[in-house]
């Protein structure tokens, strides 16, 4: 298994630009979670997915940030307009199974840059 | 709402030396509790978990960590490390039922950075 995808890597842009993040959960797994990663705050949990559906987004920080999950194979984290604030290492996970119990299986990250 | 305490921002031991990596939890119940490591440029893999039963857990790498009621702490150990264990060491904590909430979800400390001497 090629593990949670996601993409791109890194991702540099400019003040207001829209950015979009991808993640291709573990085949199999139906909940899917968005955490950002600062030096200020540490790892926090976005959003949580389960079977497609958003099950608690009381972590997404404000309007500007949006999650989908279109089909089980493929989600999007989108900020639109973007601002230097949200600088951070994005990382998605994927479980087999409902809630945070299960062991979350974590891409490699993308590092973004708001200029 | 739960909170994870590693009050170690950096560690530095030398190869073939003991590691202990503290973690304090806060949280009403009985938790659910877990150790990630992330190396450099990686994601995040999980090197143990604590649901219930033994207070010793074993995980992957040759890591342990032992489940202390009484100090709510859980402390990651390994008798002797190497130079591959540099890396970002995180203790997480979620609730025995994650009831939906973002104040009630897996909750992550911020990290420990081990560095390894030769």
């Known amino acids: 298994d090629a593990g949670v995808i996601q993409s791109p890597r890194h991702e540099v842009t400019e003040m207001g630009q829209e950015v979009t993040l991808r993640c291709k959960p573990i085949s199999g797994h139906n909940s899917l979670f968005w955490y950002r990663q600062t030096m200020m705050r540490g790892l926090e949990l976005l959003i949580y997915f389960n079977n497609n559906v958003p099950i608690d987004d009381s972590g997404m920080p404000e309007d500007r940030f949006s999650a989908k999950m279109p089909n089980a194979s493929f989600s999007t984290l989108k900020i639109q307009p973007s601002e230097p604030r949200d600088s951070a290492v994005y990382f998605c996970?994927?479980?087999?199974?409902?809630?945070?119990?299960?062991?979350?299986?974590f891409g490699p990250g993308t590092r973004l840059t708001v200029l | 709402a739960q909170s994870v305490t590693q009050p170690d921002i950096h560690i530095t031991v030398s190869e073939g030396a003991s590691l202990e990596l503290r973690c304090n939890y806060s949280y009403g119940a009985t938790p659910y509790l877990f150790w990630y490591v992330q190396s450099p440029g990686q994601g995040l893999q999980l090197l143990l978990k604590y649901f219930s039963g033994d207070t010793l857990v074993q995980g992957i790498k040759g890591f342990e960590a032992e489940f202390k009621r009484s100090q709510s702490s859980f402390n990651l150990r390994k008798p002797s490390v190497h130079w591959s264990d540099a890396a970002e060491y995180f203790c997480a904590v979620a609730p025995e039922e994650y009831s939906g909430g973002g104040a009630d979800g897996l909750t992550f400390g911020k990290g420990t950075h081990l560095i390894i001497q030769p």
């Open positions: 996970a994927s479980s087999l199974g409902p809630g945070l119990v299960g062991t979350q299986y």
